[in-house]
C-alpha cells in the first residue's frame, strides 16, 4: 500500500496543471531568498542593539499585522481574486525591504515592520485559495504538496546563505530577500494564470458549508473550523519559537553560531522535500484528525527535548522530530481547510487559517523571548512542551463528523 500510494502521488503531481507549476516556480524564486523573518531577532539585537524583549516585541508588532491582513486579504480574493493580491504584495514586499536596513530607530523599525507586515502577509490567504481553486477536489493534496515542495526546496537555501552573509553583514539578507521576492512577483506578472478565475467546488457534505444566516462570516458559524483553529494556533505557539527564542537559545546559552542556527533550516528543509510527500501518501487514508494530532505532539517532543540539550546533538535530534511533525500536519491542516470551505467562501477560510496562524506569529516570539530572559531556557521549553501536548489533544477532536482526504491519494 505504502509503495502504491508513494507512486500515486508522484504521478499525481506530474499531472497538475501549468498554473500550479507556474504558481510552484514563483514560490520557488521566492523562498530561495527568505532570509530577513528567521535572523530579523538577531539583526535587531547583535546589530542594532535592541534588547531581547524589543525584539522580540517587534516580531509581535509583525505579528498584529498579519492579524489585521489575513481576513482582509481572504475576502479580496473572493471578491477581485488571489492573484493580483499575490502579485501586489510579492512586489511591495521587496520594495519595503530594500527601505528596511536604513531604518535604525526603534520606532521606526516598529512601523516599518508593521508595513512589511500588512503587505507580504497578505500573499499568504491569497496563495492557499489560489492553490485550491485551480484543481479539483482529487489533485487538492497534491497541488498543496507541490507547494510545500516549493517552499521547502528555497528555505532549504534561503536560511542557510543568510547564516553566513549575516557573519560577514546583516544587511545583505535585506538586498538578496528583496531581490528575490520582486523577481517573483515579475514571474506571476509575465506568467498569467491561465485558469486564474475558476473554482473548483469545496465540500459536498451539506452541513459543511453553513450560511451564515445571522450575518456573522461563514467561518465564525463553522464550530468545526473554530475547534480547529483554537488548535492549530496552540501549535503556532510551539512552532513559532523558531523565530524567536530558538535563535537567542543556540547563541546566548549554548554559544553556537549563527550559521549553525541556518544549517537548521537546511536539515528541516531537506528532510521535507525528500521524505513529505511520500510520508503523506502512505498515510493519505487517516482521518484528518490522527495526522493533526500526530504532527502536533510531535512538534511539542521536538521542541521538549531542548530541555536537556547542551550541544548541538539534542538539538539536531529536536528538530528531526519536529520535522516529522511538521510534514504531518500542515498539508494535512490546509488540505482539511479547503475540504470543508464552501468554494464561494474558500478565500474567507483561509484567511481564517491564516489568521490562526498571525495570532500565533503575534504572541510566540515575544512571550517566547521574554520567558527565556525572565524564567531561563529549562522552563521555557518545558512550557511549550506543555502547550503542544494540549494542541495534540484538541485536534483528536477535530471534525467528529469526518471529512476524508481526497480519494485519488488512497
Do not use: C
Not at 458559524?221 to 475547534?227: I, M, T, V
Request: charge should be neutral; avoid cysteine; hydrophobic fraction near 55%.
Amino acid at each position: 500500500m505504502v509503495a502504491g500510494s508513494s507512486m500515486n502521488i508522484w504521478r499525481s503531481l506530474r499531472g497538475l496543471p501549468r498554473d500550479i507549476w507556474v504558481l510552484a516556480g514563483a514560490t520557488l524564486v521566492n523562498r530561495a531568498g527568505t532570509m530577513v523573518l528567521p535572523f530579523l531577532v538577531l539583526y535587531l539585537t547583535r546589530e542594532l542593539g535592541f534588547t531581547p524583549a524589543h525584539a522580540g516585541l517587534a516580531l509581535a508588532v509583525y505579528g498584529a499585522g498579519a492579524i489585521i491582513v489575513a481576513p482582509i486579504a481572504g475576502r479580496l480574493s473572493d471578491r477581485i481574486g488571489p492573484l493580483p493580491i499575490m502579485q501586489a504584495s510579492l512586489v511591495g514586499n521587496g520594495l519595503l525591504l530594500l527601505i528596511f536596513p536604513f531604518v535604525e530607530t526603534f520606532a521606526g523599525v516598529i512601523g516599518l515592520t508593521l508595513a512589511w507586515a500588512l503587505v507580504s502577509e497578505s500573499f499568504r490567504p491569497a496563495n492557499l485559495a489560489i492553490v485550491a481553486d485551480l484543481v479539483p477536489p482529487e489533485q487538492r493534496k497534491p497541488a498543496f504538496a507541490l507547494s510545500r515542495l516549493a517552499i521547502n526546496l528555497g528555505m532549504s537555501v534561503g536560511p542557510a546563505v543568510a547564516g553566513f552573509l549575516a557573519a560577514q553583514s546583516f544587511r545583505w539578507i535585506f538586498v538578496v530577500d528583496a531581490i528575490t521576492t520582486i523577481a517573483a512577483g515579475l514571474v506571476l506578472i509575465a506568467i498569467p494564470l491561465s485558469a486564474a478565475g475558476r473554482r473548483y467546488g469545496g465540500s459536498e457534505r451539506p452541513d459543511a458549508a453553513p450560511r451564515a444566516p445571522s450575518g456573522l462570516p461563514a467561518a465564525l458559524e463553522d464550530k468545526r473550523l473554530l475547534l480547529f483553529l483554537m488548535a492549530l494556533f496552540l501549535t503556532g505557539i510551539v512552532f513559532f519559537q523558531h523565530e524567536g527564542a530558538l535563535p537567542l537559545f543556540l547563541v546566548e546559552d549554548l554559544r553556537l553560531s549563527p550559521a549553525f542556527y541556518g544549517m537548521l533550516f537546511t536539515i528541516n528543509t531537506l528532510m521535507i522535500v525528500f521524505m513529505e510527500v511520500p510520508l503523506n501518501a502512505a498515510t493519505s487514508h487517516w482521518p484528518h484528525r490522527w495526522g493533526l494530532s500526530l504532527g502536533a505532539m510531535l512538534f511539542a517532543a521536538g521542541s521538549g527535548i531542548f530541555v536537556f540539550a547542551s550541544g548541538p546533538g539534542l538539538i539536531v535530534a529536536g528538530i528531526v522530530i519536529w520535522t516529522f511533525g511538521e510534514m504531518m500536519l500542515f498539508p494535512q491542516a490546509a488540505a482539511y481547510v479547503a475540504d470543508i470551505a464552501p468554494a464561494h467562501r474558500r478565500g474567507e477560510y483561509m484567511g481564517a487559517y491564516s489568521l490562526a496562524f498571525s495570532l500565533a506569529f503575534a504572541v510566540a516570539p515575544w512571550a517566547g523571548t521574554a520567558a527565556f530572559a525572565e524564567f531561563g531556557s529549562t522552563w521555557l521549553w518545558a512550557g511549550v512542551f506543555i502547550v503542544g501536548s494540549a494542541s495534540a489533544a484538541m485536534m483528536l477532536y477535530v471534525s467528529s463528523d469526518e471529512v476524508k482526504p481526497a480519494a485519488a491519494l488512497g
